[in-house]
C-alpha cells in the first residue's frame, strides 16, 4: 500500500468511497508479495497491482461489489493442477487478496496509517481476514503505542506482540491465533500489514555463499544489494533474488551510500584487495552487523592490515571474522544459515546457544 498511499491519501480527502485490495498471503511462484495493493475508487479509477496484470480484471469486480456491499471478501486467485481457473495467474502461484472498502464511513484507521507512511514513522495494522464475521475492527501498532481493537483484549496483547517483531523487519504476513490469542492455528487469520523501510543488507563479493546469504536475506525480509567489481559474476542469473545488483568497487559503492545502524553488511569477497579499503570504511559507519568470511589466519592478517591503515580498537571489535555462528556449515546453505544466525542473535540479543542449554532463561529476551 505504500506505493498508492499518495493516490489513496487524495481520494480520502476528496470524500471519495473506494475499495482497497491487498495480497495477504502466497503460495509457489506469486508475481507480488504480501501487502502488495490496488485500490479501486467509486468513479472506477484503478491504483496499484496486485498481479502484475493476471487477475486484476477479477479484482477490479470484486472491489466495485465490496464497495456496493460495503462488506470486505477473502479471494484466491491461482491455477489448479489440472486446468486454469477462469482467473488465473500465468506463473502458476497462488494468492490470497483481501477486498475491504475505504473511505466515508470505512475503515477509520487508514488516516492514521497514511500520516504515518507520509511522515515514515514505523506503523502495522491488523486486520481480522477470516474466521470470524467481517468487522472494521483494526489494531494498529507501533513499537511503543497499541491502539484500536480487534474485539479482545488477549487477542490483541497476542497480535501486537507478533507484529512488533514483523515491524522490526518491516515484514507482512498472516498469523493464525484464537479468538483470545491462543496458539491454534483453526481459528481467526489476522493479516500484519508493517510500513517501514526494510532493513538493508549489503553483500559484497558475487560467489555462491554470496547468492545463498542473498536468498537468506530476502526471505527474512531485507532488501539485499549484492556489489563486486567484476561484470562477469555479478549479473541478474546469478542473483535473480537481489534487488539491487552493483557492478562497482566495493569501498566506492560504499562511499556514495549512505549506511545506517538499520543496515548489516556482508563481506564475502575474502580477497585482500577488496576486502581491506571496504572494511576501513564500512568500520566507520554506524553498521548494525559488519561480518567478514575467511579462515582465522585470514581474519589475523586483515586486522593486521586494518590496524596499518589506522582503524581502531574499538572498531575491530565490531567485526565478526570469521562470519557466522559455529553451526558446523559447510555448503553456502549452510553457511548462509549460520551467518543469518549471527544476524538475528545480535539483533534480539540473543545467545547462540541451543535453547535447551539457557533452561531456565526465557526463550525470549
Avoid at 75 to 86: F, H, I, K, P, Q
Avoid at 282 to 294: C, D, E, F, Q, V
Wanted: proline share 5%; aromatic share 6%.
Amino acid at each position: 500500500m505504500r506505493d498508492i498511499a499518495e493516490g489513496i491519501a487524495s481520494w480520502q480527502a476528496a470524500g471519495t468511497r473506494f475499495a482497497l485490495a491487498t495480497v495477504v498471503e502466497t503460495w509457489k511462484s506469486a508475481p507480488r508479495q504480501p501487502g502488495a495493493a490496488m485500490a479501486v475508487a467509486e468513479h472506477g479509477d484503478v491504483i496499484g497491482s496486485i498481479s502484475g496484470g493476471c487477475v486484476e480484471g477479477a479484482v477490479y469486480e470484486a472491489a466495485t461489489e465490496v464497495i456496493a456491499t460495503g462488506t470486505p471478501v477473502l479471494t484466491t486467485y491461482g491455477v489448479s493442477d489440472d486446468d486454469a481457473l477462469e482467473v488465473g495467474l500465468t506463473c502458476g502461484g497462488i494468492i490470497d487478496v483481501f477486498v475491504r472498502p475505504a473511505g466515508v464511513g470505512h475503515f477509520p484507521a487508514l488516516p492514521a496509517v497514511l500520516d504515518a507512511i507520509a511522515a515514515g514513522r514505523p506503523i502495522a495494522v491488523a486486520s481480522v481476514i477470516s474466521g470470524t464475521a467481517p468487522t472494521e475492527r483494526d489494531l494498529i501498532v507501533t513499537q511503543e503505542t497499541t491502539t484500536g481493537t480487534l474485539g479482545d483484549l488477549r487477542l490483541d496483547a497476542r497480535v501486537a506482540e507478533q507484529a512488533r517483531g514483523m515491524l522490526a523487519r518491516g515484514a507482512s504476513a498472516v498469523v493464525r491465533v484464537g479468538h483470545e490469542g491462543e496458539q491454534r492455528k483453526d481459528e481467526l487469520a489476522v493479516f500484519v500489514q508493517s510500513f517501514a523501510p526494510p532493513q538493508r543488507m549489503l553483500v559484497f563479493g558475487a560467489i555462491d555463499f554470496a547468492a545463498a546469504v542473498t536468498r537468506m536475506g530476502k526471505f527474512l525480509g531485507y532488501h539485499v544489494t549484492v556489489c563486486d567489481a567484476r561484470p562477469v559474476f555479478a549479473t541478474r542469473k546469478r542473483f535473480p533474488d537481489a534487488d539491487e545488483l552493483v557492478v562497482s568497487w566495493p569501498h566506492r559503492f560504499l562511499d556514495r551510500i549512505t549506511v545506517d545502524e538499520n543496515t548489516v553488511i556482508c563481506v564475502l569477497t575474502h580477497d585482500p584487495k577488496f576486502d581491506i579499503p571496504l572494511l576501513e570504511r564500512a568500520l566507520r559507519t554506524p553498521a548494525r552487523y559488519i561480518g567478514a568470511m575467511g579462515s582465522r589466519r585470514t581474519h589475523e592478517d586483515r586486522l593486521r592490515q586494518l590496524r596499518e591503515a589506522g582503524v581502531g580498537e574499538a572498531a575491530l571489535d565490531r567485526l565478526a571474522s570469521p562470519i557466522g555462528l559455529d553451526l558446523g556449515a559447510r555448503t553456502p546453505e549452510e553457511t548462509a544459515v549460520a551467518i543469518m544466525a549471527e544476524i538475528i542473535a545480535l539483533h534480539w540479543g540473543g545467545s547462540g546457544q541451543r535453547l535447551i542449554e539457557t533452561t531456565p532463561l526465557p526463550i525470549h529476551h
